[in-house]
């Protein structure tokens, strides 16, 4: 599969979509991102679905839901990697790095020990912003 286009800055929703992810609002962040993800014909909406994933992963966390928030990491991971190690100014390098190491905690920590899990430890999606004029 081919990466799309990944030149240029993030439009003004994925940018709002990882200002939400960051911010650890993973239901809101889905919101914008998913619309985002349905309305693009480009294969670059893959990394939308992706970063989309990736948050929805630490949603079910948040909710308990171990087996969930396991699935949704590992398909997050997986479309994010193909856009490695930047596209439209995002760290998609150190996204994948953060979620895998939160992936691998998820699953060591055990379905009885989820309360353990060290929530500083989710990654923050680096963007590079374009120079204000």
């Known amino acids: 599969m081919t990466a799309g286009r990944c030149s240029g800055p993030a439009s003004p929703d994925l940018l709002a979509g990882i200002e939400l992810f960051n911010r650890r609002e993973f239901f809101a962040c889905h919101e914008v991102l998913e619309e985002l993800w349905r309305a693009e014909p480009d294969p670059v909406r893959r990394l939308y679905q992706g970063i989309l994933q990736i948050g929805v992963g630490f949603y079910h966390l948040g909710r308990g839901n171990r087996v969930g ?7 997050g991971i997986s479309r994010v990697e193909v856009f490695l190690p930047r596209c439209l100014g995002v760290d998609t390098a150190g996204l994948v790095s953060g979620a ?6 998820v699953a ?7 309360a353990r899990f060290d929530w500083s430890r989710v990654p923050i999606i680096a963007v590079d ?4 004029p």
């Open 69 to 75: 928030a396991l699935r949704q990491l590992d398909k």
């Open 108 to 114: 060591a920590l055990g379905p009885d020990a989820l």
């Open 100 to 105: 895998r190491a939160c992936r691998e905690l």
């Open 129 to 132: 912003h374009p120079a204000q």
